[in-house]
């Protein structure tokens, strides 16, 4: 137990050496002197930590009740050098203010600098986890989105299924965004916007114009655009007869005469649920065309 306490230290040397440097420092900057003190005091910390651990790792081999006595005197000790560092770091804070009120200049590029990581960081968690806007590139999705509309894509409820570990998956009809499952650099399209047709486990069937749907509730199948407000166009082209598998879904684009949509029907094949942005939430862009989905 000695030896394992006196690695301990050992590997808690470094920062209490750093500290001793730092506190060099401090004798022109008094930042540098209340951080080397906060080092001397995570240094202490650490020791106490450790000397804990290894009081409990002994109250636990052992039946003496006695024992208990020690290990309460150890979290005590905790709370104290706990609060012992609380106390540094408002030293700190005291000496960093009473420092940058003798070097205004000093204090206006940090608040910059401060300011702009603020806006950079909370652009990439906005853009992460809330939103995303695109643009709709080609008419595969006419007349429900035009060439160059510019749409916001819902990231929250994408973000709350994977904080539950699970996949999210869209509703029948919805338009959303995904990441193209054959993208290659260098491609054009490495974001798609389509239509959500079908699930796992269901069968789609496209013949002559007409996109069916098969699964236990529609054994006889039954056409999805009937409940998508008219905004599919109405022949839908291909020869198409799969099954979904399991951690995919089918997509088309609304605009499916011809070959104007690359789609799950034609060569884009099922798309992973984990490939999915989330779905379209509003059209920004035309200003006279603003709507949500």
Same mark, same amino acid.
């Given at each position: 137990?000695? /030896?394992?306490?006196? *690695? ?12 001793? /440097? ?26 106490? *930590? ?35 560092? *609380? ?68 990231? *929250? ?127 920004? /862009? ?8």
């Amino acid at each position: 137990m000695d /030896f394992v306490f006196g *690695l301990g230290l050992l590997a808690a040397q470094p920062l209490f050496c750093t500290s001793g /440097f730092i506190g060099l420092l401090g004798l022109f900057c008094p930042v540098c002197s209340s951080f080397s003190a906060i080092c001397q005091e995570i240094y202490k910390t650490g020791v106490v *930590l450790l000397c804990c651990k290894v009081t409990k790792i002994a109250v636990a081999r052992s039946s003496i009740p006695s024992c208990h006595i020690h290990y309460f005197s150890t979290r005590v000790l905790k709370m104290l050098y706990l609060f012992d560092l *609380l106390r540094a770091i408002m030293t700190l804070m005291e000496n960093k203010s009473s420092f940058l009120q003798r070097h205004p200049f000093l204090k206006d590029c940090l608040g910059l600098l401060g300011f702009i990581a603020l806006v950079v960081f909370g652009t990439i968690l906005l853009n992460s986890f809330v939103f995303r806007s695109y643009n709709v590139v080609g008419g595969s999705m006419e007349n429900t989105l035009m060439q160059d509309d510019r749409i916001i894509v819902n990231r *929250l409820p994408v973000t709350w299924a994977h904080l539950l570990n699970k996949q999210w998956v869209p509703e029948r009809g919805q338009v959303i965004v995904f990441a193209n499952p054959n993208y290659k650099a260098g491609d054009r399209d490495q974001y798609i916007v389509k239509r959500t047709i079908a699930f796992p486990g269901e069968r789609v069937v496209v013949k002559n114009g007409v996109l069916t749907v098969y699964n236990d509730e529609h054994p006889d199948g039954f056409n999805p655009d009937d409940d998508f407000g008219g905004e599919p166009k109405e022949y839908t082209s291909g020869d198409t007869d799969v099954v979904v598998p399991e951690g995919t879904i089918f997509v088309s684009g609304d605009n499916r005469e011809g070959n104007h949509s690359f789609d799950s029907r034609n060569g884009l094949g099922f798309v992973p649920l984990f490939d999915i942005v989330g779905p379209a939430g509003i059209r920004i /862009f035309p200003l006279n065309k603003i709507r949500t989905f």
